[in-house]
T-cell receptor, first 112, second 112 residues
Framework: QKEVEQDPGPLSVPEGAIVSLNCTYS??????FMWYRQYSRKGPELLMY????GNKEDGRFTAQVDKSSKYISLFIRDSQPSDSATYLC????????????FGKGTTLSVSS | GAGVSQSPSNKVTEKGKDVELRCDPI?????LYWYRQRLGQGLEFLIY????????KSGLPSDRFSAERTGESVSTLTIQRTQQEDSAVYLC??????????FGPGTRLTVL
């Protein structure tokens, strides 16, 4: 079983739709959870950062962590064509000096 | 301000040749990471530098891979006797600490 599982998609939605992206993980020691967005031929950029369980909202984006189910989600409201990218979840055990464990990424396409 | 830069952006080489990839981190960032991203795969950790501490080389796939960093400045990743399976995008990230990693655009390596 891989440490982090993420459905690669592709996921295609119309503009304005609510998008749900998910990752599951096996290591209960993970405490820090991140979502990165990667446009084609670019490096990943940090989108959301959460610690432990709960929700975090930033504009149209909401990150949700359910540690009891080892499941994290990223919701995108009112999706835009500019949201078309690959979304990578990442997680780590501690806060400093540890390489992140990444999912394979989900490719999202938002059509206008 | 300037982000993480990497050079070259693309590199095509012949099997068996050595290649050197360069990363210029964000000024003041103490931590530097190298990752490999194969087509359709997640990011694979290679090596981590933190200040003047001994690097974490646990992700290097073979002894053909090595990396150097002097202080908190430029880092180079060297791949000796390249193989076709080394073809990938090599991403560098720097961090001021915590888990906020800032990625460069990557070097796309193709081994013929």
């Amino acid at each position: 079983q891989k440490e982090v599982e993420q459905d690669p998609g592709p996921l295609s939605v119309p503009e304005g739709a609510i998008v749900s992206l998910n990752c599951t993980y096996s290591n209960s020691a993970f405490q820090y959870f991140m979502w990165y967005r990667q446009y084609s031929r670019k490096g990943p950029e940090l989108l959301m950062y959460t610690y432990s369980s709960g929700n975090k909202e930033d504009g149209r984006f909401t990150a949700q962590v359910d540690k009891s189910s080892k499941y994290i989600s990223l919701f995108i409201r009112d999706s835009q064509p500019s949201d078309s990218a690959t979304y990578l979840c990442a997680m780590s055990i501690n806060q400093a000096g540890t390489a992140l464990i990444f999912g394979k990424g989900t490719t999202l396409s938002v059509s206008s | 301000g300037a982000g993480v830069s990497q050079s070259p952006s693309n590199k095509v080489t012949e099997k068996g040749k050595d290649v050197e990839l360069r990363c210029d981190p964000i000024s003041g960032h103490t931590a530097l990471y190298w990752y490999r991203q194969r087509l359709g795969q997640g990011l694979e950790f290679l090596i981590y530098f933190q200040g003047n501490s001994a690097p974490d080389k646990s992700g290097l796939p073979s002894d053909r891979f090595s990396a150097e960093r002097t202080g908190e400045s430029v880092s180079t990743l060297t791949i000796q006797r390249t193989q076709q399976e080394d073809s990938a995008v090599y991403l560098c990230a720097s961090s001021p600490g915590l888990n906020t990693q800032y990625f460069g655009p990557g070097t796309r390596l193709t081994v013929l």
